[in-house]
């Protein structure tokens, strides 16, 4: 039902930065609380950002100061804004739309490698 798609990862330096995409199809799109999950290898998946209906941000601790998770309602699309990065934030990033009632969906998910 909702496809997500997420575009923006790419390989960057310590210290630099990337701004990731998530467009979802939902016309609805603003009853979902919408965030930011990341896999490193041989790690288990992980929650980097949340945003909800309102605008209501929950950020991991280890990201914290340093990403912003946004919404467009507009636009049915959702940011994330990885400033300073490090090389331990490398991994896949995945974009998720949760609804209270229709459950959760998953984009394709999009690789960010901080390395130099």
């Known amino acids: 039902q909702v496809q997500l798609v997420e575009s923006g990862g790419g390989l960057v330096q310590p ?3 990337l701004r990731l995409s ?3 199809s939902e016309s609805a799109f603003i009853i979902y609380t ?3 999950y990341r896999q490193a290898p041989g790690k288990q998946r992980e929650l980097v950002a949340t945003i909800g209906r309102i605008g209501s ?3 991991a ?3 914290k100061g340093r990403f912003t998770i946004s919404r467009d309602n507009t636009k ?3 940011y ?4 300073s990065l490090k090389p331990e934030d490398t991994g896949v990033y995945y974009c998720n739309a949760q609804h209270l ?3 959760d969906y998953w984009g394709q998910g999009t690789q960010v490698t901080v390395s130099s």
């Open 80 to 83: 994330l804004q990885m400033n």
């Open 22 to 24: 998530c467009a979802a």
């Open 76 to 78: 049915n699309t959702v």
């Open 34 to 36: 919408m965030g930011w």
């Open 57 to 59: 941000t929950n950020y």
């Open 101 to 103: 009632m229709r459950g």
């Open 15 to 17: 210290g630099g930065s």
């Open 61 to 63: 601790d280890s990201v």
